[in-house]
């Protein structure tokens, strides 16, 4: 595996499957994303912001001072690409590996030999690790040895977030370097330069400026995923001559009925997953009914769980909806209940209907900040007793040391509120929860403030009766 990749004499697999005798096997062709790789830095294409005049990766090339690095981005940005460009700008040996092909002793050998050759020789050498997520933590652990003494220096690529992925001690020894989706308009160049190019497909398919224009947009920035639908266009074309003549264009509807569906890129693990739940939370938090719908279909399309969604509904219900409509969380959980019932893809329409829902309510946050003022005052450790009047009297021992003595029974009183306090005193006239003014909550504020007059107009008249007896 420890090959020097730009070593022009590497010899391409021809493995096609079993010999038979007589017959001449032939190499399996090098797929277009490979062999359209740019050799230079001057055809890359984007990463503006890195490889620009003023950009810190050309600027750390031009003053031949290469750190470790991570490389981060979706998939087929160009992270390889750039990690194999980066290494030809330095006289060090290049070594790639993909994380999910290669165990903890193998690399440790390598970086081993790469220690000895550095003293021997004073030869560097650049080890690219892909997927270097895949690594668990002892494995990213025990890169760093060799990464701090100087004996590897070491360019990580990832598809997933560092936080969450790589090991704080790892991104501390390493400069991190985040990669941004091609825009339609890069991959588009990328599609002219394979169509025009020797090592592409020159002159074997021509597209019309709205085919190219809806591969580009097809690919989401993806440039291995662009490249692959081309060949896959190109193959099909060329195989139907009937259908598609050569030397004719095809255009945006051939290309759509050659392709069919692409799949809705989503990584039901990875970062995707929860980029797209909080835009749709916050599209709901927001009222944008129009995004909230987007963001459910994107994630429902994609493979989510509709479980998962229903729970994140039922959730919002409470979080953000709260009192000011108590219906929503009626509407998630009944949304809730027809998805185990029905199941995909009947019941997405169930969790659309509580989506729209949910979007247009009014919303308030009162009843999530309640709770939270409740559980830091548990949390502070100091719970004072329940009181006295509060608790139930079973047996004539416990009202004979004073249980339930002071209780009122609110059904009894003429108003149906009692000036009994329920909170303990130390904790007394503390308010936890602070309704707002939209949707019901606005009736409840009034019905609160209407309880605090009634409680300030008796404060000091002497109270009269006992419990009646209840419980």
Not at 137 to 165: C, H, M, Y
């Amino acid at each position: 595996m420890n090959r020097d990749l730009f070593d022009n004499s590497r010899s391409e697999s021809n493995d096609s499957g079993p010999s038979i005798p007589g017959q001449k096997r032939e190499a399996r062709p090098t797929p277009l994303a490979d062999r359209m790789r740019p050799s230079t830095m001057e055809e890359v294409v984007g990463q503006e912001h890195l490889l620009g005049p003023s950009g810190p990766l050309r600027l750390l090339l031009a003053a031949d001072s290469l750190p470790s690095l991570l490389l981060w981005g979706p998939p087929g940005c160009g992270k390889t690409t750039l990690a194999r460009l980066v290494a030809g700008h330095t006289r060090s040996r290049f070594l790639e590996y993909s994380a999910v092909a290669v165990g903890s002793k193998e690399l440790k050998a390598v970086m081993a030999e790469a220690g000895k050759l550095r003293k021997a020789t004073g030869t560097g050498t650049i080890l690219f690790l892909d997927e270097i997520h895949r690594f668990n933590k002892a494995q990213q652990d025990a890169l760093l040895p060799w990464v701090e003494r100087g004996d590897v220096t070491l360019i990580g690529a990832t598809t997933e977030n560092p936080s969450f992925e790589i090991n704080s001690a790892l991104i501390s020894r390493t400069r991190l370097f985040v990669l941004e989706p091609l825009k339609s308009s890069h991959v588009r160049r990328l599609l002219e330069r394979s169509l025009a190019d020797e090592r592409g497909l020159a002159g074997q398919v021509l597209l019309a400026d709205e085919a190219l224009d809806a591969l580009a947009d097809l690919s989401e920035g993806d440039a291995r995923a662009a490249l692959g639908l081309l060949e896959a266009l190109c193959s099909a074309a060329l195989a139907d001559p009937a259908t598609f003549p050569p030397g004719v264009e095809l255009n945006a509807d051939q290309v759509a009925e050659i392709i069919q569906h692409r799949a809705v890129r989503y990584d039901k693990d990875g970062e995707e997953h929860f980029n797209l739940i909080s835009a749709l939370h916050k599209s709901l938090r927001n009222s944008d009914v129009q995004a909230a719908l987007y963001w459910l279909t994107r994630m429902l399309e994609g493979g989510e769980d509709p479980l998962y969604l229903a729970r994140r509904l039922v959730r919002f219900a409470s979080e953000d909806v709260g009192l000011a409509d108590p219906h929503a969380l009626a509407q998630s959980l009944a949304a809730r209940d027809a998805v185990q019932f029905l199941g995909l893809p009947e019941g997405a329409l169930a969790l659309a209907q509580s989506t729209v829902y949910l979007a247009l309510a009014p919303k308030s946050n009162a009843l999530y900040r309640a709770y939270g003022r409740t559980r830091r005052e548990i949390e502070r450790g100091s719970n004072p007793p329940v009181p006295m009047q509060l608790r139930n009297a079973p047996t004539r021992l416990m009202k004979d040391v004073g249980y339930g003595q002071g209780y009122r029974y609110a059904h009894d009183e003429q108003d149906g509120i009692s000036r009994m306090s329920c909170l303990p005193e130390s904790l007394a006239g503390t308010e936890y929860y602070r309704p707002g003014r939209r949707g019901f909550e606005r009736e409840l504020t009034d019905r609160m403030d209407k309880i605090r007059r009634w409680h300030e107009q008796r404060r000091g008249e002497p109270e009269h009766g006992d419990d009646g007896g209840k419980g």
